[in-house]
């Protein structure tokens, strides 16, 4: 199919996206308002600009909504604090349902605070981000595990981010991971994993080339991407490679599918996801009558997807008109 073609399908499907919704704040700075604390003595940061936009989870299902996707919705945890409404204004703001997201006072919402300087425009501070160290709650587990079994079959495609670092904290527990493997027999899902890749089962991975060494590695002592794939009972691997494209895994053969050479790129953040969202909605768009479709032509599409984002500054997206002229369709 031609690139065209498959972004035309993408308003008549719907997708999910279950996991660590975050929020991303990107906070511009004057250096000159340094002043020490007359408390402290310790000098201050001045904010003096501030833009929020969904972050982790919540980038898939903003370059989905982007993309044209029909209905997009997310699945995950967030407190009652003012980051929790910002990330809900945020996501209601791009047509990106949340009324499957649970709201709990137990867990603060997961944030990125990102510190831009007002002069050089270069995140140049550390950065300020509020994490769960502990465990999901229980009762939050049970309602994530009760609305994803609910609600999985009300779309064509799933996307699982699994985005703390934290050993506790995050979304996807293995609870979460059991439904999605146990989904997974029906429906094309796709799940990226910072540190949990070989924690997963029978979904297909879309790790970068760093994060599947480490967990083909942790497994076996050595890179074996195939290997990797059997073990986690994948239909198939996405092992993302930067500017080199996407090396596709599937039984008995391995693809490397080149991107487009972009030879100043301006952000890299949340080029992952950006191949993620295309790619997995090429798959089911490419599928016909078979649960998914064709690995090479959906890779092909996240790379031209993240190729574009990655020439904009933050978390950026990409519509349906800028994939076409860099696809030269």
């Known amino acids: ?50 833009e929020v936009t969904p972050g982790a989870g919540g980038t898939i299902a903003n370059n989905l909504a982007a993309l044209g996707v029909g209905r997009v919705s997310v699945l995950g945890a967030l407190g009652e604090d003012g980051h929790g409404y910002e990330l809900r204004k945020a996501l209601d703001s791009r047509g990106i349902s949340t009324d499957l997201l649970i709201r709990s006072d137990e867990i603060a919402t997961f944030t990125y605070t990102k510190l831009l300087n007002a002069t050089s425009a270069v995140e140049d501070q550390p950065r300020v981000d509020f994490i769960n160290t502990r465990p999901l709650p229980e009762t939050v587990e049970r309602q994530i595990v009760a609305l994803l079994r609910a609600s999985a079959g009300d779309f064509d495609v799933i996307f699982a981010s699994d985005q703390a670092e934290t050993e506790h904290g995050g979304v996807v527990t293995p609870a979460v991971r059991e439904v999605l493997a146990q989904l997974a027999a029906a429906k094309i899902i796709v799940a990226d994993s910072r540190r949990r890749t070989a924690e997963f089962r029978n979904v297909i991975l879309k790790p970068n080339a760093q994060e599947a060494a480490c967990a083909s590695s942790s497994v076996f002592g050595s890179i074996d991407y195939q290997r990797l794939r059997r073990h986690i009972g994948a239909p198939l691997l996405f ?22 050479s972009i030879e100043q790129p301006v952000d890299i953040c949340g080029a992952g996801d950006s191949f993620a969202a295309g790619a997995g909605m090429a798959l089911k768009v490419t599928s016909g009558f078979q649960l998914r479709g064709s690995a090479v032509e959906a890779a092909r599409v996240g790379n031209l997807v993240a190729s574009v984002t990655i020439m904009k500054k933050g978390t950026g997206t990409a519509s349906p008109a800028e994939v076409l002229a860099l696809a030269g369709e």
């Open 1 to 50: 199919m031609r690139i065209a073609e498959i972004l035309a399908a993408f308003p008549r499907q719907s997708a999910l996206v279950v996991g660590d919704i975050c929020l991303d704040r990107w906070c511009t700075y004057d250096p000159t308002t340094s002043d020490a604390s007359r408390e402290t003595g310790i000098p201050r940061i001045g904010v003096v600009a501030t």
């Open 239 to 260: 092992v993302t490679q930067g500017s080199r494209g996407a090396l596709v895994v599937e039984e008995g053969r391995e693809i490397l599918v080149p991107t487009r």
